[in-house]
């Protein structure tokens, strides 16, 4: 489909994705975090997808709260590790930044496999939070083996958000 210059506007949407090879790359809290990410995958309930995750919340007083996927066979009864380390944090923590989020994934068939993003779900619940606490929250992405992402707020990579404005009347 071609469309006339008049009235077509073009914005470049774009973002800053921080790439370390190794867990020892990473600053030293960042390499805690993310410890404690993997340490909650360990634990994860995943008997159907066999797709791991764990995630570890950093709160603004230095708690760290964690996080890990829990499968149900009605699929959509589950929960992922972001959302469960995110919301538990809210409900023991009320009020508390959120600093940063670690997530570990261990695919099942992909040892090497690039670090996997938080899903549909999980982004719009997360920057929710980063809106209400107007200030972002820097996520670390890192699997079993391989490159590890940063970047430095969930907005980044959910740039068209869905929020509270669209449901206000006025």
């Known amino acids: ?7 077509m506007k073009k914005k470049k949407i774009a973002f800053d994705l921080l790439i370390f090879d190794t867990l020892s790359d990473l600053s030293q809290n960042d390499q805690k975090l993310l410890k404690e990410a993997m340490k909650a995958r360990s634990d994860a309930y995943a008997p159907y997808s066999k797709f791991k995750v764990g995630a570890a919340v950093l709160l603004e007083n230095g708690e760290v709260v964690i996080g890990n996927n829990q499968e149900n066979a009605s699929y959509p009864s589950g929960l992922c590790a972001e959302r469960v380390a995110v919301f538990q944090a809210g409900a023991r923590y009320p009020g508390v930044p959120i600093t940063a989020i670690a997530i570990s994934t261990l695919p099942s068939l992909k040892v090497d496999a690039i670090p996997a993003a938080p899903c549909g779900n999980c982004r719009q619940s997360i920057v929710e939070y980063e809106q209400r606490q107007q200030s972002p929250i820097s996520l670390i992405m890192g699997s079993e083996k391989g ?8 907005g980044d990579i959910l740039p068209l958000v869905f929020d509270g404005s669209f449901l206000n009347d006025s």
Not at 1 to 7: L, N
């Open 1 to 7: 489909m071609e469309y006339t210059r008049q009235y």
């Open 147 to 154: 490159p590890i992402y940063k970047c430095s707020s969930m």
